[in-house]
């Protein structure tokens, strides 16, 4: 359990720092990029934080679906995130360097998202104590 609770922080510190690299860069953008990368870059990386907080409230047994559903959906978010960062890169709103730190942090956000899903399923699959299977 101790192990998973780890998972869980990295994930969200993870999160957060691509988050908050995001909006420091970005707020150097040129002005013509504000509403449309910049603002896109700043509200995935703020959707990325807000469904791994959602999916880590829902109850693996009673919120199984949710909780998949939310993890999923920051999958998908993250993988939006380093496309649009690319994008913005070669319109010139980015850095090369920028661009590239975005990406590996979207990279270590995906790797550890992905593990928490694997560590979910197989926590749901498993028998728990007693060697009846779980009750989800």
């Not at 969200?12 to 860069?25: R, S």
């Amino acid at each position: 359990m101790e192990t998973k609770k780890k998972s869980e922080l990295i994930i969200v510190m993870k999160a957060k720092e691509l988050c908050g690299y995001i909006m420091t860069v970005t707020q150097k953008s040129p002005k013509q990029f504000r509403f449309t990368f910049v603002t896109r870059l700043q509200n995935l990386a703020l959707d990325v934080i807000e469904r791994i907080y959602r999916a880590n409230e829902e109850h693996l047994v009673t919120g199984a679906t949710r909780r998949i559903e939310f993890q999923r959906h920051a999958l998908t978010d993250l993988k939006l995130l380093a496309y649009i960062a690319e994008l913005a890169m070669t319109q010139g709103c980015l850095l090369p360097k920028q661009f590239e730190e975005i990406a590996k942090l979207a990279t270590d956000c995906q790797h550890l998202l992905g593990a928490w899903i694997n560590s979910d399923k197989k926590r749901m699959t498993q028998p728990h104590r007693g060697g009846e299977p779980a009750p989800w």
